[in-house]
């Protein structure tokens, strides 16, 4: 299993062990070693004792797959190279600090925003038969591990988590995501609902990390330290796949399918194309929420590399893009100007009018899922829509 990186990264490697730190570390609010205090005669607990220890005392464990090294170590990777490019372009992955979490809350709860309010009310009339369809299908009698990545809140998935621990099989949630505070606090939140949940939370970056995904190969009964003959169902919620360009879409999907094996299941959120009207005002919303997520980039880059990018040298621009069917948010200078980043000793230059990509936002039809899908070796099962037919969830199962 190959893990990606992205072009350029220090580190690079195919080997996970030896690229990627891999630390479980206590839920906040929990002793890092139990309470007991350090002397020189307690052994150091080892990252696999606290998981043990949190295990045994029914808490969530957080395994990190992307350490603030790593974070730091990415995030300038990507801002050299997207700030030297031509055109200029950043990743989204680095709107969600804990502003940006926040503000793409409020997003969700705009008028104009519509796929979260369309992807929840697909979940609440779908979540039973969903798991009823995996109960069918998938070894065991239905999913034992439920990965979610690109999780956030979660505050969906509610829906789901409560539709599939009702069938029985459900042992064990897997959130994963860059921003591990909004992580940390969607795990708990799934832990107290369902007490019996093993909650194993994973910060990390699904550009680089899905290869190192705790799945079960549930095609293969009793396949060592795995659930075994239970399945694994892997969401993908949000739209959020509609962020990676079609490349990096392919790869995920079908590094996705080697991972979650024969017995795997996948439930994909995709916006549909419609009128671009609404899509522009989906992402150019009149209260300027959607303009302060995308200018909080600059922020993150101001603190976290040491940049000087003034904000308001920069305006927020949304764009439908009929060729490629996404929708491309910029961020153009409204002057000439010199951003310092020294953090990566550079000096970036932008000239009046210039502008930057830091997202674009596929939509889908049908056709292009499934052939999406296929292409990485899932079988669309299921389609279902809202009623206005804004946005869908596809089950598929590996093929
Ligand atoms: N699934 C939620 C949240 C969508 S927002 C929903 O449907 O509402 C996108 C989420 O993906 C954020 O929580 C963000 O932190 C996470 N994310 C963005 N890029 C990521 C990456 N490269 N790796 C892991 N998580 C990422
Ligand atoms: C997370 N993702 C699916 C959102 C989207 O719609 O592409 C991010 C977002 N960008 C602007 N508004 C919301």
Redesign the pocket.
């Known amino acids: 299993m190959t893990s990606r990186t992205p072009t350029g990264l220090p580190g690079s490697s195919t080997s996970p062990a030896a690229d990627h730190a891999t630390s479980s570390t206590p839920v906040r609010g929990e002793p890092r070693d139990g309470g007991a205090p350090h002397s020189p005669r307690t052994r150091v607990p080892t990252p696999a004792d606290v998981a043990a220890l949190l295990r045994s005392r029914g808490g969530m464990t957080i395994e990190r797959h ?1 350490t603030d090294d790593q974070r730091a170590a990415t995030l300038a990777a990507d801002a050299r190279a997207g700030l030297t490019a031509a055109p200029k372009e950043l ?3 680095w ?2 600090d804990a502003t ?2 926040m503000l ?1 809350g409020k997003i ?1 709860e705009l008028p104009e925003y519509y ?2 309010r369309a ?1 929840r009310s697909i979940l609440s009339a779908h979540a039973a038969g969903l798991a009823a369809a995996l109960a069918e299908t998938l070894p065991g009698g239905g999913a034992g591990t439920f990965v ?10 509610r829906m789901l988590l409560t539709a599939l621990v009702a069938t029985g099989r459900l042992r064990r949630f897997v959130p ?4 591990a505070d ?2 940390s606090r969607a795990g708990t939140a799934a832990r107290a609902a369902h007490p019996g949940l093993a909650v194993h939370a994973v910060v ?6 899905v290869g190192l995904l705790p799945l079960a190969d549930a095609g293969t009964p009793g396949a060592a330290g795995t659930d075994a003959a239970t399945g694994v169902l892997v969401a ?5 796949i509609g ?1 990676l360009r079609p490349d990096e879409r392919q790869t995920l999907l079908t590094e996705l399918r080697e991972r979650a094996g024969r017995g795997g299941a996948l439930l994909l ?1 995709t916006d549909l194309v419609k009128d671009p009207d609404r899509l522009v005002a989906a992402y150019d919303d009149s209260a300027g929420v959607t303009a302060a997520f995308n200018r909080n980039l600059l922020t993150v880059l101001n603190r976290e590399l040491g940049a000087d990018f003034d904000l308001r040298g920069f305006a927020h621009v949304a764009r439908w893009d009929p060729d490629n069917r996404w929708i491309e948010m910029r961020l153009r200078s409204i002057r000439d100007q010199t951003v310092r980043v020294a953090g990566l000793d550079l000096t970036v230059s932008f000239a009046d009018g210039e502008e930057m990509r830091t997202e674009i936002s596929a939509k889908f039809d049908r056709p292009t899922v499934a052939r999406e899908l296929a292409a990485a070796g899932w079988r669309l099962a299921h389609w279902w829509t809202d009623p206005d037919e804004d946005f869908a969830l596809s089950l598929a199962f590996a093929e």
């Open positions: 992307l990743p989204p992955t709107f969600y940006g979490s793409f969700t796929p979260t992807e979610e990545l690109g999780s956030g809140t979660s505050e969906k998935t994963f995501d860059v921003d909004t992580l990390g970056d699904f550009r680089q990390h993908f919620l949000g739209g959020t962020n959120g």
